[in-house]
Nanobody, 127 residues
Framework: QVQLVESGGGSVQSGGSLRLSCVVS????????LGWFRQAPGSVRRIVGG????????YYTDSVKGRFTISRDNSKSMVYLQMNDLKPEDTAIYYC????????????????????WGQGTQVTVSS
């Protein structure tokens, strides 16, 4: 059980960049795999990317590959989502999430595996 708080959202024009941050507290950060999800207006929450507890494995949904990078800093108990070349279709509320993964270094792409979620941060990309 951990708490997550996202920050770094905002408004940007197409082609711009943002870096989202998420601080994790209340548990053993290094035992948790982490993910970023987003929910566009009128849509369901979907995976953006994930990272294993060691940072050695990452996953990205096809639409963000080559543009977004997920990373983590275990010394700071933080996970980041660097978003480059943003497009209007990236507009959404972005959430970070955590799943405890004590015995593997897996990355998880399914939202159902994540038990702890942040409050979300809005990203708006204008054309």
């Amino acid at each position: 059980q951990v708490q997550l708080v996202e920050s770094g959202g905002g408004s940007v024009q197409s082609g711009g960049s943002l870096r989202l941050s998420c601080v994790v507290s209340g548990g053993a950060f290094t035992e948790y795999a982490l993910g970023w999800f987003r929910q566009a207006p009128g849509s369901v929450r979907r995976i953006v990317g994930g990272i294993s507890k060691s940072g050695g494995e990452t996953y990205y949904t096809d639409s963000v590959k080559g543009r977004f990078t997920i990373s983590r800093d275990n010394s700071k108990s933080m996970v980041y989502l660097q978003m480059n070349d943003l497009k209007p279709e990236d507009t959404a509320i972005y959430y970070c999430a955590a799943v405890r993964s004590q015995y593997s270094d897996s990355v998880y792409a399914s939202s159902g595996r994540y038990g702890d979620w942040g409050q979300g941060t809005q990203v708006t990309v204008s054309s």
